[in-house]
């Protein structure tokens, strides 16, 4: 399919009737290169009406069509192996593959996956949903095969975005030594999220432009056929300005000099040309790399116009016709962090942000739009961003290092060593933390309040609205001896929840944390319920439903949720049961850390914690998983019910003086 700018969307050609009778690739296979324009057209058009029913990674797939069928046709999945890197870009490989029907429910709940699933199909070999990461499970393929003796292809395709990930690099250093087959499709759309930021980028963006050394190299060889008395002296000659051309315009010699041959520039668009460039790739016997050249929204006009991500990834439904969600906006979590950051930045100098690939999702564009100079995007590469963070904390600037909480989990050890153990003052914020929904549990941020709780002198705050936000964040910044995070969920933000009042000191207070806020207290204190982050309002409704029962209930806000604060182990003194809500994993999570607290306190009082257990836990909306793992108020307000029963049982005082239970693991 072209690629021109005046090429027509989907919708300008009639409807082939294709697509119905594609159930696998041998069905593919079969088809003419000019039944598979049609194809193609058919499958943008399809593609377009699903996704704008549910949201999800539109502009990447509208972008891949050509080129997933030119794989399907030459390689023979599932005996060859194809990865993706990122999963982002396989819808059209699904629906080659068998699994049409399931994008009416795509990204829903029973629905397909927004990403390859092993439990889908047997065409889905790993359920890489980060990116940079799909080179190094290909080398290991790659080597198992060979070992085992069994003549099957390994094919990786890569973003360009991908390529900016130092696991990429690490991989291809390795691929090369083991000189197996290989073959590594590097998709170039010049993007990842946003516009691929590096030099690798640049230099593929260089080659975009340029006409092409192939043009160069034919008119040479016309040249040759042409004089046949030239002899070997003129042959030398060209040959050596053939080769400087070619190393001028292209990467070759990147990728030669580590050893993996370079096919290409090819247009990733043109499925009979793709086809021949794979073909000689697979024939070659060890590792090849061929570069695809793609548009990312290719073929419906509403990406294409879409400068900032080409309609990378719509969070809600939208209009097919203008590309527009239909979901009245709201007020978001990102939005409010990226006016509070840039407001901040107005009043110091020394604020600077970071974000991996990932400007507008993070909200660091607002501080790129007003100070371009003082925001970075450093690429997919989280551990860098992360010591490139601690490398401008020891030059006197304070950064921000806007990150999902999946994808800082990459960098622990650049947080616990590079950041922490020099008390450097880095901020990192925490986007789509605790459930997140529709794009599954490599997405899930609910590992970061454990892994990131034990680097000693890390601060960790969870506000729970749009003022303890830009509070929590201001206080953040303030500090100057280590390092301290920032974590809320995805979506729109609740409703402000005013504090009854605050315990404590207001800000934080060396390495005791801060003040605790109280959102409802009851006539009796039976029960504290401390509640994380988002889950304030829960607190505050499971409150009302258990003061029906009679039982008087203290709901606070921690705020500053790592460490534990004096004022928090103090009200905790005075109260029957603790119980921790969280949407964060329960095993090393912050209930552990209030229990733990009180141990060393000699507060003898039982904690429950409520948070997600161990598991790999389905997409689907983010109130659809919170019920399935009881985080709902009914199912945590019965679940205290049950606990303040057994206590009245074993004849607990009002006190809370305990009859031999401590604050171990809120054992009844």
């Known amino acids: 399919m072209s690629t021109r700018e005046d090429s027509p969307g989907p919708a300008a050609q009639p409807a082939s009737g294709l697509l119905d009778g ?4 041998d069905d593919l296979r079969r088809l003419s290169h000019a039944e598979l324009a049609l194809l193609a057209a058919e499958i943008r058009d399809f593609l377009v009406e699903k996704v704008a029913r549910t949201g999800g990674h539109i502009g990447p797939n509208l972008g891949v069509v050509e080129l997933t069928f030119a794989l399907h046709r030459v390689f023979n999945s599932p005996r060859d192996r194809l990865l993706f890197d990122t999963g982002h870009q396989a819808y059209v490989h699904k629906i080659v593959t068998g699994r049409k029907a399931g994008f009416d429910v795509l990204r829903q709940r029973g629905g397909l996956t927004g990403y390859p699933s092993q439990a889908e199909s047997e065409h889905d070999v790993i359920e890489n949903c980060h990116a940079s990461t799909a080179l190094s499970y290909a080398d290991g393929l790659a080597k198992a095969f060979a070992l085992r003796d069994e003549r099957r292809h390994v ?3 890569v973003g360009d975005g991908a390529l900016t990930g130092g696991m990429c690099w690490e991989a291809l250093n390795n691929i090369a030594a083991a000189k197996n087959p290989l073959v590594i499709v590097v998709n170039d759309n010049g993007r990842s999220y946003a516009p691929t930021i590096g030099g690798l980028a640049d230099h593929l963006a ?17 040249s040759l056929a042409k004089t046949p008395l030239v002899g070997g002296p003129l042959y030398e000659v060209l040959h050596a300005v053939k080769k400087g051309i070619k190393d001028a315009v292209s990467p070759q010699a990147l990728f030669e000099d580590l050893g993996i041959k370079y096919v290409g520039p090819v247009d990733g668009h043109d499925v009979a040309a793709m086809e021949r460039a794979l073909r000689r790739a697979k024939r070659y016997g060890g590792p090849v790399i061929v570069h695809a050249v793609t548009r990312k929204g290719n073929g419906y006009q509403p990406a294409e116009d879409d400068e900032t991500d080409r309609m990378h990834s719509p969070s809600s439904a939208f209009d097919p016709q203008t590309g527009k969600q239909t979901a009245a906006p709201s007020l978001k979590w990102t939005a409010v962090f990226g006016e509070e950051l840039v407001a901040i930045a107005d009043e110091r100098p020394d604020i600077v942000g970071i974000t991996a690939a990932m400007p507008d999702s993070t909200g660091i564009s607002k501080l790129a739009a007003k100070y371009p100079d003082r925001a970075f995007d450093v690429g997919i590469a989280e551990q860098h961003a992360t010591t490139s963070a601690a490398g401008l904390a020891l030059g006197g600037l304070h950064p921000v290092v806007a990150i999902y909480a999946t994808f800082l989990n990459r960098a622990f050890d650049q947080v616990l060593l590079d950041v922490a153990l020099h008390r450097l003052p880095v901020t990192f914020v925490l986007d789509r933390a605790g459930i997140t929904g529709p794009d599954g549990p490599s997405h899930y941020g609910i590992w970061d309040m454990a892994v990131f709780g034990v680097v000693p002198g890390l601060r960790m705050a969870a506000p729970r609205d749009a003022a303890t936000l830009r509070e929590e964040l201001r206080e953040a910044v303030a500090v100057t001896d280590g390092p301290t995070i920032v974590r809320f969920p995805t979506g729109s933000l609740p409703p402000d929840l005013p504090a009854v009042r605050r315990v404590g000191t207001a800000a934080l207070d060396g390495s005791d944390g801060s003040g605790v806020d109280v959102l409802a207290e009851g006539p009796t204190n039976d029960v504290l319920l401390v509640t994380v982050g988002a889950f304030a309002q829960v607190g505050v409704d499971v409150a009302n439903r258990l003061a029906q029962q009679g039982y008087g209930v203290t709901v606070v806000d921690p705020r500053w949720v790592r460490p534990v604060s004096p004022a928090l182990r103090g009200l905790a003194a005075s109260h029957r049961l603790v119980v921790v809500v969280e949407d964060g994993v329960r095993a090393g999570g912050v209930g552990s850390a209030v229990a733990q607290a009180l141990r060393d306190d000699d507060v003898v009082i039982p904690v429950r914690e409520v948070g997600v257990a161990p598991g790999w836990y389905p997409h689907g909306s983010r109130n659809e998983i919170l019920a ?13 019910i049950g606990w303040m029963s057994k206590l009245d049982d074993a004849g607990e005082t009002a006190t809370g003086k305990a009859t031999g239970h401590r604050s171990t693991a809120g054992r009844l």
Not at 206 to 222: A, F, M, Q
Not at 628 to 640: F, K, M, S
């Open 22 to 25: 594609v159930h696998g690739p």
């Open 155 to 157: 094919v990786a395709v």
């Open 628 to 640: 399935d793992l009881g985080l709902t108020a009914p199912d945590i307000a019965r679940d205290i």
């Open 206 to 222: 260089t080659l975009r432009l340029n006409p092409g050394y192939e043009k160069v190299l034919d008119l040479i060889k016309d």
